[in-house]
């Protein structure tokens, strides 16, 4: 049988997608194993025991000096800056996706000026949003709304444009105005296409709040990394990434379970 | 007497003619077919008449109202797909019909005007034989199904013309029969007078009472293109066989059969 045809049954498949974890794990305690049989006090791979119970004292133990928990007080601003930026970027997206895919004058006037600035790279206006907007929290924001709006303008203008011209036509000879027609037929048609398109600029926008938090910040989890990265923590550096992967993961799931749920329209599209 | 009159109505693309010299003058409740080879304008009339498209000459007019810029409510339209709004439910579909054109910023019914709304959809729902399927969402219906929603969608928003591009097409054989039946009853219900594209010449000649057809009388082998496409037969199918009178005063000659 060719490859291409052969399929792994469900219990072997979900084998498989474990192996990769399992294997990475392995190479770390292996590697880890080496480095210290070396010098024990090695920070470079500390002991995966040392790295769970690390974790451990950072998720319960209060700071010192604030009396508050690192982990879940980084966590908080982080999610904080993320949910403003992402949430400001997806309004603005939404409002002039709609714009322009609706309106060809709206269309003419800024569809060339949009394109432009989605070749600006966010990074290199980072210093002019902290000498306009200072180091506080709404040069990171601003960062990540200008990091991903113009992406989402973009997806989402196209996802408008991409509406079948019979629904918009079927819409006007029932007397819909242009408003009507914004709001009643495009919205709730693009709507599952914002969170897609949330979805996909989640990345992008994990990517600038670190970049930021790295530069200027007096809490958050990329400040966190950065700050121990001195002191080569790695016990502190290794369950803040693994739980920045996790928290992405489940925004994401959560976006994904709540379109499923709010759009159950699109979901019987499929069948 | 003449309530759709389109008056040597001529169309091209970029210079390239579509449509030529088209002139027709329907009654009111005439059920008109519309058939054709494809790429031979019989869509691009039907632009036209939704006014999706102005013509480059000539002019449409219905019921002598001066010719519209844009689709409006005079115009009801249904498409072989997309014809109904996939976000609403069916009923919603049908009060969406009256919300349009009874609202403004709003666009939306609240309290008893919406309660009045939703029976009036449920009404109609009933007579369609829809009313068990109220809460579903198009996409859940079967395409004989959507399609008769998206006719009754089309309806309540009272137009004066009902204009139906390949309504069918996408459906199995048996349905098609059943939806004939249903435009069958529509009509003797309503009135209305409608104009269908179809491609399936048996469709046209079963439910119209009159009988385009688009044609392209003069062809050009060296260029395909040069010419656009014209009626070029107009039956009367209630006198089977028999043209329309007035379009044999010009001698029609099919040059591309004989090619």
Known sequence: ?271 | MSFVRVEDVYQSYDRRPILERISLSVPEGQFVSIVGASGCGKSTFLRLLLAQEQPTEGEIRIADASPAREPDRDRGVVFQQYSVFSHMTVRDNLIAAEEFAGTGLGARFWGSRRRAAAQRADAVLERVGLGHVAHAFPAALSGGMRQRLAIAQALAGKPRILLLDEPFGALDPGTRLSMHEFLGDIRDDTGMTIFMVTHDLEEGFKLGDRVLVFDKPRWDPDDPDAYGATITYDFDTRMPGAPFPHLLKKDVTDVRHSA
Do not use: C
């Open chain 1, 1 to 271: 049988m060719r490859m291409i045809n052969r399929r792994p049954e469900r219990s072997i498949a979900i084998v498989l997608a474990m192996i990769p974890f399992v294997a990475m794990l392995i190479a770390y305690a292996v590697g880890s194993d080496v480095r210290r049989a070396a010098n024990p006090a090695d920070k470079l791979l500390p002991a995966p025991s040392h790295v769970v119970e690390s974790a451990g004292r950072l998720a319960t133990e209060p700071d010192k000096r604030s009396g508050e928990v690192l982990l879940w007080r980084d966590t908080r601003a982080s999610l904080v800056r993320l949910g403003l930026g992402v949430g400001l970027a997806a309004a603005i997206g939404l409002g002039f996706g709609l714009l322009i895919g609706l309106l060809p004058i709206a269309r003419a006037a800024l569809a060339p000026f949009i394109a432009t600035l989605s070749l600006i790279p966010p990074l290199a206006v980072l210093p002019i949003l902290f000498i306009v907007f200072g180091l506080g929290e709404v040069s990171k924001v601003a960062l990540i709304a200008i990091g991903v709006t113009p992406f989402l303008i973009r997806d989402l203008s196209q996802r408008v444009l991409e509406i079948p011209q019979e629904m918009i036509l079927k819409a006007q000879t029932l007397g819909a105005s242009s408003w009507q027609i914004m709001t009643r037929v495009a919205l709730p048609q693009v709507l599952p296409r914002l969170i897609q398109a949330v979805r996909l600029s989640l990345g992008p926008a994990w990517l600038f709040l670190i970049a930021a938090e790295a530069i200027a910040a007096t809490e958050g989890l990329g400040y966190r990394i950065f700050l121990v990265r001195r002191y080569l923590a790695m016990d502190v550096i290794l369950p803040y990434v693994a739980w920045i992967t996790f928290l992405a993961f489940a925004i994401d799931w959560t976006l994904r379970a709540v379109s499923r749920k709010a759009f159950r329209w699109v979901e019987e599209d499929r069948l």
